[in-house]
């Protein structure tokens, strides 16, 4: 995990790779670190145009030797699919430069265009962002590329479910059964596979809340071609996480309410739902952390086990 407080400004070469694809007579004149995320370092960088006037771009880099190893994949997968993107209607940052083994980079980075908007990760107005996120998703299932991405992947299994102090043991018991059976069949659709809170952009004023709108979708290091429950669960258990259980139990509903369309059956899409949920299990502390730095103090590493727990036995539940 990153920790963006102690950010360096970007490295030299870096920097000058950053010169080298600006137009003529452009100058990077400031260089702002960007907080919240969790597998990469994250600068804004503002050019200066030949005009007198600015302009910003955002660069990624992979520093950390785990993501390191990962990083030409992601970063080819990353470009790729904004180039694909760019035309779609789905709002997306533009591809500028990639160098993903770190050929003329100190790391492996991304360039590409910044989105207007910041990330939204506060209760006040969840009620209003909830269908914005779900009409999103919705437009991005939509999607056909010529060239279907790679298959989804899924890491957890049932031994390595991390299960939280305090949790009813038959409950979670239960649901690691769940994830023991075969997927169920499914209908593939183009995924995002991190389609949460922390990867939309909105423009969301404090006064007008239900003013509220997506400006942009970011981090397409693994998209994918699966199930659109997959993408919808992974959502729903970061709202469980971030606003309450009730929340991640109400995306669905707003994923169906926007035209999406999930599996047939209440188990089939139980199964999704309990994988992605046991599967934030073992990532309790990355993912707390940087909410944290962005303001919700409140979600301690305990406090979003015990949202989680809560989470877990609300989708059992629903097993009557």
């Known amino acids: 995990m990153i920790d963006h407080d102690e950010a360096p400004a970007v490295r030299p070469l870096t920097l000058a790779w950053v010169g080298g694809h600006l137009e003529v007579g452009e100058r990077v004149v400031r260089t702002e670190v960007l907080h919240g995320g969790i597998t990469a370092e994250m600068w804004k960088v503002t050019v200066g145009t030949r005009d007198g006037g600015t302009r910003d771009l955002v660069l990624r880099s992979f520093v950390d030797p785990f993501y390191v190893e990962h990083a030409e994949d992601w970063l080819n997968r990353e470009a790729g699919t904004l180039a694909l993107l760019a035309g779609t209607g789905v709002p997306a940052p533009g591809p500028v430069a990639v160098d993903p083994t770190a050929a003329h980079c100190e790391y492996p ?9 910041r990330t939204v990760l506060g209760d006040e107005g969840v009620e209003r962002r909830v269908p914005l996120l779900a009409r999103q998703l919705v437009a991005i299932h939509a999607l056909r590329p010529a060239e279907r991405p790679r298959e989804y992947e899924t890491l957890t299994t049932a031994d390595t479910v991390v299960v939280p102090q305090g949790a009813d043991a038959a409950v979670w018991s239960a649901a690691i059964e769940v994830i023991r059976k075969p997927a169920p069949p499914y209908e593939g659709r183009f995924l995002h596979r991190d389609f949460q809170p922390g990867n939309v952009l909105f423009d969301a004023p404090p006064s007008r809340p239900a003013a509220a709108r997506i400006t942009g979708v970011v981090d397409w290091a693994q998209p994918s071609w699966g199930p659109a429950d997959l993408d919808v669960a992974h959502c729903s258990t970061v709202l469980a996480l971030l606003h309450g259980p009730a929340w991640g139990l109400r995306f669905s509903e707003a994923y169906e309410e926007a035209g999406g369309v999930l599996a047939a059956t209440a188990s089939e899409r139980l199964y ?49």
């Open 109 to 117: 980075s991304l360039l590409m265009t910044h989105l207007a908007g």
């Open 272 to 320: 999704w739902q309990v994988r992605d949920a046991l599967a934030s299990s073992e990532e309790v502390r990355l993912v707390a952390r940087p909410w944290r730095k962005a303001g919700r103090r409140e979600l301690t590493t305990r406090a979003v086990e015990e949202r989680l727990d809560a989470y877990v036995t609300a989708l059992m539940d629903t097993l009557g």
